[in-house]
């Protein structure tokens, strides 16, 4: 097993859990001919070692193994890789009895198939269970798509049109474009009622924050990041700004937008997205590791950076180096279909959950 398996590729990896040897080769046989991909494990703690390496599509487990047996690695999956969360987990079992498969269900199984196995059952049951993680996931990238377009059409500062106006403002998250001067270019719905609902900012005219030092801070983080924009760099800045009311915080993410020419000379943006804690505000890491098929690694980056926090402090906190951040963020473009991390955060921040 060297290579990794790719979500979202044309082939679904099945990881098939077996004691028995040549039972578990004969069904992965019978599941790759049948145009799947599929690896297999001898014990519980076999599986535990190849997911590390893999994340499948869907699970197929015997109970009654030596070690650790089927609900041992159920259980441990459920509290140990919640980033697999959204894998479908199927039960290998000669034990058919109704407390059986009670027992199976309640510990949070998602189908049971009796041995000795039918494999046309098998593999209608897998193809059920994937046709349903396919739909869930083709919804979200349904909308995340629409944000996505609105946003490639942020790239160009004279674009902001009434369509991508539309989908900007049925999200959950605020939207802000501000030029170098921290002029205001553009604010959506959310942005303009958080502001006048939290007093934390003002998007009147040039940005403001609650306090002179916070608006400094906030200007410049803006200004740096629409000069990195015009030279065409990709860069991001993270501030809080405290609710007057409450002291919660809302999170502001101010990542580099280049953009077009204006008046023959190159002009650029800074967009601000602002979360608050109050309401909805990034999806947990185990739910970003089930929507776009993170690893553990990668599903903490992308969390980080919502946060708004620096790849130099992404790399302390899971003391990594800064170098391995920009291999993974890699993937994570790779794994979106983003390419700069305005597209990224955006995307996320726009998952059901973050969405009204």
């Keep these: 097993m060297t290579t990794k398996h790719t979500p979202g590729g044309s082939r679904n990896l099945i990881l098939c859990v077996e ?25 519980g703690r076999e599986a535990l070692d190849a997911l590390e390496a893999v994340r499948p599509d869907l699970i ?3 109970i009654s193994m030596p070690e650790m047996n089927g609900y041992d690695l159920l259980e441990t999956m459920r509290k140990e890789r919640t980033d697999l969360g ?33 494999f046309d059952l098998m593999l209608a049951s ?16 349904r909308d995340a798509d629409a944000v996505q377009e609105a946003f490639r ?25 501000a030029d170098a001067h921290g002029d205001v270019v553009f604010a959506n719905a959310f942005a303009r ?54 002291g919660e915080e809302l999170i502001l993410v101010i990542c580099a937008l280049p953009g077009g020419r204006k008046d023959d000379a190159p002009s650029s943006l800074a967009a601000i997205l602002i979360s608050d804690s109050k309401r909805r505000s990034a999806p947990p890491e185990h739910m970003l590791a089930s ?27 899971l003391k990594i180096s800064q170098t391995t951040v920009a291999f993974h963020l890699r993937n994570l473009f790779e794994k979106t279909g983003t390419r700069r991390q305005v597209d990224l955060v955006a995307l996320i921040l726009s998952t059901p959950v973050a969405v009204r």
């Design 153 to 177: 059409h942020l790239v160009d500062q004279e674009r902001v049109t009434e369509g991508t106006t539309d989908v900007l403002n049925i999200l959950g998250f605020g939207v802000v474009l």
């Design 19 to 43: 004691d028995e040897r040549d039972l578990r080769e004969d069904i992965i046989e019978e599941l790759r001919s049948s145009g799947h991909d599929a690896i297999g494990a001898g014990t």
């Design 86 to 118: 959204d894998v479908p987990f199927v039960f290998l079992t000669a034990l058919d009895e109704r407390d059986e498969v009670i027992s199976g269900k309640r510990a949070g199984v998602d189908d049971y198939l009796v041995k000795p196995i039918d």
């Design 126 to 141: 897998i193809e059920a269970r994937l046709a349903q993680t396919r739909r869930v996931r083709t919804l979200h990238r």
């Design 60 to 62: 197929l487990c015997d």
């Design 291 to 317: 929507l776009f098929g993170l690893t553990p690694t990668e599903a903490q980056i992308a969390h980080g950076l919502v946060s708004g926090q620096r790849s130099a402090d992404i790399a302390r906190r």
């Design 193 to 246: 009622t958080l502001s006048a609902e939290t007093e934390a900012f003002s998007l009147h005219g040039r940005l403001r924050a609650g306090t002179p030092e916070l608006s400094r801070k906030l200007r410049t983080h803006v200004a740096e990041v629409a000069d990195a924009a015009r030279r065409g760099e990709d860069i991001m800045r993270g501030l809080a700004l405290p609710r007057p009311d409450d």
